[in-house]
């Protein structure tokens, strides 16, 4: 299953437990998610803002048995029931990609799965601004850069005594 993060609105449908049929329809517009399914015949229809989701969580299943591994992104919400599938292999080849895209797309942060199942963040982030170290500064960006002419920061100093003086000597000059 792969679904196009870049040509949004999407609408599929996946496999729900508890909807009739076992399916529920989704459309995927970039700032919100409607979800329709009917339970024991009443149908319903629950809108979602995309910002309401926890983020684009990336999913490992290793193999088990006879059965192969899985790799999947998901758009995670807080209930289970409503966490979509947006994107599913058997191999790995292309999961960062779609993972960032999905991601970028919707303006969510980008989770990861751990082992025991619990959601946390790839990235520390404050916000929606990612945190790392501090990057060393160039002389030249600083803070004074506008202040002062940059031909200051090229220039030597000059020699001590100033220009050298000739006395006793003729001049020559070049006149009508």
């Given at each position: 299953?792969?679904?196009?993060?870049?040509?949004?609105?999407?609408?599929?449908?996946?496999?729900?437990?508890?909807?009739?049929?076992?399916?529920?329809?989704?459309?995927?517009?970039?700032?919100?998610?409607?979800?329709?399914?009917?339970?024991?015949?009443?149908?319903?229809?629950?809108?979602?803002?995309?910002?309401?989701?926890?983020?684009?969580?990336?999913?490992?299943?290793?193999?088990?048995?006879?059965?192969?591994?899985?790799?999947?992104?998901?758009?995670?919400?807080?209930?289970p029931?409503?966490?979509?599938?947006?994107?599913?292999?058997?191999?790995?080849?292309?999961?960062?990609?779609?993972?960032?895209?999905?991601?970028?797309?919707?303006g969510?942060?980008?989770?990861?799965?751990?082992?025991?199942?619990?959601?946390r963040?790839?990235?520390?982030?404050?916000?929606?601004?990612?945190?790392?170290?501090?990057?060393?500064?160039?002389?030249?960006?600083?803070?004074?850069?506008?202040?002062?002419?940059?031909?200051?920061?090229?220039?030597?100093?000059?020699?001590?005594?100033?220009?050298?003086?000739?006395?006793?000597?003729?001049?020559?000059?070049?006149?009508?």
């Open positions: 299953m792969r679904l196009d993060p870049f040509a949004l609105p999407v609408k599929f449908s996946a496999a729900d437990e508890r909807a009739d049929g076992g399916l529920r329809l989704i459309e995927l517009h970039q700032q919100r998610v409607i979800v329709r399914r009917a339970v024991r015949g009443m149908p319903m229809a629950v809108n979602l803002p995309v910002r309401a989701f926890l983020g684009v969580a990336l999913h490992v299943r290793p193999p088990r048995g006879q059965e192969a591994g899985a790799v999947s992104v998901m758009l995670e919400h807080r209930d029931g409503l966490s979509l599938p947006l994107y599913a292999a058997t191999d790995g080849v292309d999961i960062v990609a779609e993972w960032h895209s999905w991601a970028q797309v919707l969510v942060p980008l989770l990861v799965v751990d082992p025991d199942g619990a959601l963040e790839a990235f520390p982030q404050l916000g929606a601004l990612r945190v790392a170290s501090p990057v060393s500064r160039r002389r030249r960006r600083g803070a004074i850069r506008r202040r002062r002419p940059s031909i200051l920061m090229r220039r030597k100093a000059g020699r001590r005594g100033g220009m050298p003086v000739h006395r006793g000597e003729r001049e020559i000059i070049a006149r009508n």
